[in-house]
């Protein structure tokens, strides 16, 4: 038995009788129950870079837009993507395990199950976000990888998407690389194709945005500094990560998005440009009020359809309209947005299971896909293909060189590694600015159907297992029916129910022509989740 890792397990022991599992989002609790789990993950990162031939890989310790309590653990692949699927059961085997001495037993079956070779550099880089408990939780994870001498590279305080964009550059550096690999480096890349996307716009008034108390604003702030406050005009607002408690209490996007109304620390007028990103920033929401007083939210339906229409407006200006541009989205999307997607843009439409890992996967299938959860989690990815035609393409006037010069600095201003709300905010002010759009124009588009999003909390959530991409039930037998029954009596009505990834609760969604029968359609199915 490895005793080094024996040692250091003694002081991460597992809490007794607990059950994990890695998930979409990685583990993901209370903070204090995930002391050995973070531990345990650190073997895991090391264990994966060596089965990669010393790959760097990537461990972020972050609970995202969850309470300040709470916290998580989660690896990057080396293309600065999820950890691949079929490593999640290693995830979940090692933290399971009851003793040091089993922990250490399950190692060595890895080892040799999948031929990992000793001799292997393991290499991790890791961060993390602005909990008070996340330094005791490094502590944790440091231990492990010190325990089987792995290389690491510890980055601090950082986003989740800066971190994967740093896993893709340091795996890049030597082939087609991808960026610098710091937080320079970042600000650098997209700050730049900003500037560039900006020339020749009018600058848009000032966009007020909430960082949900979170590490998104110091790093907006950054960011907003390299370039420059006269070309990107941001009022940061809950800013307060010296106050730990105060992380996505009544604000960041979650918040926006299920309340459907301004945080509360924003006072913006009537049609000014607002937005709110979650604690880590993964994620961004738009809304604005209207001038008759009411809230008018611009979520992950709407960045995606402003998205694939103007990079479809862009690459057939640039000469290169025959590129496959397709939108893939989760069946919380708003019907409306389906529609005008389909109808209106022109463009195929793929539905996936809730999960990042699921759109990614899926968006990789198009040329150019573009993903965006309805909470406001996505990004564009453009196919290897894509971006050599981008690369290689000669433009055969003025117009098409310009607008070329323009999807090429956009591929830059994207980060394909994963959702990231910095890069999604100059992506909308970019495309707003360009279509010289207020919130209003942008809102117009399409009419979303009314819809409400209920969480209600279930004794065990394992037994809710569905199909058709989460958007029908297979288990509790007859419930699907039920909710079948209640949909048919409302005029464009849907509603589906589905397990939380991330804690023991269902969410349930529905959708209807008048707000009222929305609401009284979720809180119909709601009732009989609640038996369950």
């Known amino acids: 038995m490895n005793p080094r890792i024996l040692e250091a397990s003694r002081k991460h022991q597992k809490p007794e009788g607990k059950k994990f599992s890695y998930g979409t989002a990685g583990f993901r609790m209370k903070a204090t129950s995930l002391d050995s789990v973070v531990f345990r993950a650190g073997l895991l990162a090391a264990l994966r870079s060596q089965k990669l031939d010393g790959q760097t890989i990537g461990v972020m310790i972050t609970a995202s837009h969850n309470v300040p309590e709470d916290n998580g653990v989660k690896l990057v692949d080396p293309m600065g993507e999820m950890l691949d699927a079929s490593w999640e059961v290693h995830g979940t085997t090692l933290a399971n395990a009851e003793t040091d001495e089993e922990l250490v037993g399950e190692y060595e079956?890895?080892?040799?199950?999948?031929?990992?070779?000793?001799?292997?550099?393991?290499?991790?880089?890791?961060?993390?976000?602005?909990?008070?408990?996340?330094?005791?939780?490094?502590?944790?994870?440091?231990?492990?990888?010190?325990?089987?001498?792995?290389?690491?590279?510890?980055?601090?305080?950082?986003?989740?998407?800066?971190?994967?964009?740093?896993?893709?550059?340091?795996n890049?550096?030597?082939?087609?690389?991808?960026?610098?690999?710091?937080?320079?480096?970042?600000?650098?890349?997209?700050?730049?194709?900003?500037?560039?996307?900006?020339?020749?716009?009018?600058?848009?008034?000032?966009?007020t945005v909430d960082c949900a108390n979170g590490v998104g604003a110091p790093k907006l702030r950054e960011l907003a500094e390299f370039i420059g406050r006269d070309i990107l005009k941001v009022n940061i607002v809950n800013d307060s990560i010296d106050e730990p408690s105060k992380l996505n209490h009544q604000c960041?996007?979650?918040?926006?998005?299920?309340?459907?109304?301004?945080?509360?620390?924003?006072?913006?007028?009537?049609?000014?440009r607002c937005a709110s990103l979650d604690g880590d920033a993964d994620r961004l929401v738009y809304y604005f009020n209207d001038t008759d007083g009411s809230f008018r939210l611009l979520d992950g339906d709407k960045i995606a359809t402003l998205a694939a229409s103007f990079i479809g407006d862009l690459a057939k200006a640039a000469g290169l309209g025959s590129m496959n541009i397709g939108v893939v989205q989760t069946a919380y999307a708003n019907g409306s947005s389906t529609a005008y997607i389909t109808r209106t843009l022109n463009l195929p439409v793929v539905c996936t299971p809730t999960g990042v890992k699921h759109l990614h996967h899926a968006a990789t299938k198009f040329e150019c896909g573009v993903y965006f959860e309805a909470n406001g989690h996505g990004t564009v990815l453009f196919s290897p293909t894509a971006l050599s035609t981008i690369a290689s393409h000669s433009p055969e006037s003025p117009a098409q060189a310009t607008a070329l010069e323009n999807l090429r600095a956009l591929v830059d201003m994207i980060n394909?590694?994963?959702?990231?709300?910095?890069?999604?905010?100059?992506?909308?002010?970019?495309?707003?600015a360009?279509?010289?759009?207020?919130?209003?124009?942008?809102?117009?588009?399409?009419?979303?159907?009314?819809?409400?999003?209920?969480?209600?909390?279930?004794?065990?959530?394992?037994?809710?297992?569905?199909?058709?991409?989460?958007?029908?039930?297979?288990?509790?037998?007859t419930v699907q029916e039920k909710i079948d029954a209640l949909v048919g009596k409302y005029k464009q009505g849907r509603s589906f129910a589905r397990a939380?990834?991330?804690?023991?609760?269902?969410?349930?969604?529905?959708?209807?022509?008048?707000?009222?029968?929305?609401?009284e359609l979720a809180r119909l199915v709601a009732e009989i989740v609640a038996q369950y």
Request: glycine residues 6%; aromatic residues 6%.
């Open 109 to 170: 079956k890895l080892v040799s199950s999948l031929r990992i070779s000793s001799t292997n550099p393991a290499r991790v880089i890791i961060a993390r976000d602005t909990r008070e408990s996340g330094p005791a939780l490094v502590a944790s994870l440091l231990d492990a990888l010190n325990s089987v001498d792995a290389e690491v590279t510890d980055r601090g305080i950082l986003t989740t998407p800066q971190l994967h964009y740093m896993v893709r550059c340091i």
């Open 172 to 207: 890049t550096q030597n082939f087609e690389p991808y960026g610098e690999a710091s937080e320079q480096g970042y600000y650098t890349k997209i700050g730049n194709a900003y500037k560039k996307l900006m020339e020749g716009c009018p600058i848009p008034e000032e966009v």
């Open 252 to 272: 960041g996007a979650d918040f926006v998005k299920t309340q459907q109304r301004l945080p509360p620390a924003s006072h913006a007028q009537a049609l000014a």
């Open 416 to 432: 394909q590694t994963v959702g990231d709300a910095l890069s999604d905010l100059l992506l909308v002010e970019v495309i707003l």
């Open 434 to 477: 360009h279509k010289r759009w207020g919130p209003k124009e942008w809102d117009s588009t399409y009419t979303d159907l009314p819809n409400r999003l209920v969480r209600v909390e279930v004794a065990d959530r394992t037994v809710f297992k569905t199909t058709d991409a989460e958007r029908r039930l297979l288990e509790p037998a």
């Open 500 to 519: 939380s990834g991330t804690e023991d609760a269902v969410r349930v969604y529905s959708e209807a022509a008048e707000r009222g029968e929305a609401e």
